[in-house]
């Protein structure tokens, strides 16, 4: 799937829209600039309190957030990604910077990341740099399957729209990595055994 070059703008001046994921519509926007995250939890009427999944095209941009991984979250990563697998990682112990990503962490010690599957969308966030796409709805309404849900959600309230007709797949399946298991912290559409 191609992207034409003025949403690859649109999104890099921090605007925000409607893209298909390796999952569902996700509401699109930079991670790493403020304005935009906020204005997707505006949009989306998001609970303050719930943090978004961050999409990044490589494990190596783990470093544009401080966060450095040790060898066996780094085999697990490889061996995971990219797939629709979210994984919560602990912040870095860099105080300053995570102070200024708190719009992002909202306050917690952790963030979660994914590497998604098709070639098209890494593609894309090696353009523009990590996305923020939490699914095409507002709060407690289904997720949008296709552009004309989507459409009727947000109207004139997103920048742009992205179609790639009927998407009916699963949320990511979340988990957290401890000293000794996996922690599945939502079934999503990956299978994960509890097993390092």
């Known amino acids: 799937m191609k992207i034409n070059k003025s949403i690859i703008e649109t999104i890099k001046n921090g605007g925000v829209g409607i893209l298909p994921t390796d999952t569902l519509y996700g509401l699109v926007g930079l991670a790493l600039n403020k304005e935009a995250v906020e204005r997707i939890y505006k949009i989306k009427k998001r609970s303050a309190e719930k943090k978004m999944i961050v999409l990044i095209p490589d494990k190596r941009d783990l470093k544009l957030f401080k966060i450095e991984i040790d060898d066996r979250t780094k085999k697990f990563l490889n061996k995971t990604w990219p797939n629709p697998v979210s994984v919560v990682l602990p912040l870095s112990q860099n105080e300053e910077f995570n102070k200024s990503i708190a719009y992002l962490h909202r306050n917690s010690d952790t963030l979660a990341f994914r590497v998604p599957e098709p070639r098209w969308l890494r593609k894309l966030l090696r ?21 004309e849900q989507a459409r009727a959600y947000f109207r004139e309230a997103v920048d742009f729209y992205v179609d790639k007709g009927e998407l009916k797949g699963r949320p990511s399946t979340i988990i957290k990595l401890n000293e000794q298991d996996i922690e599945i912290k ?8 509890n097993n390092k």
């Open 127 to 147: 353009k523009t740099g990590p996305l923020v796409a939490p699914s095409a709805n507002p709060e407690d309404l289904p997720p949008a399957q296709n552009i």
């Open 186 to 193: 939502r079934q999503g559409g990956a299978q994960i055994t």
